[in-house]
């Protein structure tokens, strides 16, 4: 982690880069914690000496957050190549957050032109409105498989509320939302 002494900035600090420098620090840590308790030794322990795995050094890898692009993650490996971290997914460059990001503002009633047109303003990121578009698609699928599950045929406990909300269609008027949770016999929602 960088002092505000190293900043060559005549003292100035910037607090994006430090933050950035704060969570790069604390995920390769993790990194390194996953890996420990993957190969189940520590590192230089005599425990791993003729183990048939070990560590195998690090990758370089850019990552993408919602605080910037933590760049040069040492990302560690085993000589297996069998370990892979629960942080992120393999070959992943960006955490999800774009992809919600999108979403919620795809449900709000933005177009996708406008969703990748304010994308790359806020974040740099350069977004299509195909991309954006195709991204909505998936959420889209999922909700209408949610929508469309099948429910228990009996329910011991209905809960039942409505949430007036203001929708514009034609014109701007007032609609309910309805929300009803059952609880089966065995008592989940």
């Known amino acids: 982690m960088k002092s505000i002494t190293d900043n060559p900035n005549n003292g100035q600090v910037n607090f994006d880069d430090m933050i950035n420098d704060l969570i790069k620090n604390f995920i390769e840590k993790m990194l390194k914690g996953e890996l420990t308790e993957f190969l189940n030794y520590d590192k230089y322990e005599s425990a791993g000496k003729n183990s048939g795995n070990s560590r195998n050094g690090n990758y370089s890898r850019n990552f993408q957050t919602k605080y910037g692009v933590i760049e040069k993650l040492e990302v560690p490996r085993d000589r297996n190549n069998d370990f892979q971290t629960a942080l992120f997914e393999p070959y992943k460059r960006r955490d999800d ?8 503002m795809y449900a709000r009633g933005l177009s996708t032109r406008d969703i990748a047109n304010l994308i790359e303003q806020m974040y740099g990121q350069k977004y299509s409105a195909t991309s954006v578009s195709n991204l909505t698609d998936i959420a889209v699928k999922e909700i209408e498989q949610w929508k469309n599950r099948p429910l228990e045929k ?9 949430l007036s909300i203001k929708i514009r269609r034609e014109h701007v008027g007032n609609e309910s939302a309805y929300i009803i949770i059952g609880i089966n016999e065995e008592g989940y929602r």
């Open 97 to 104: 957050w774009l992809e919600q990001t999108v979403i919620q």
């Open 154 to 162: 009996r329910y011991s406990v209905l809960f039942i509320d409505a």
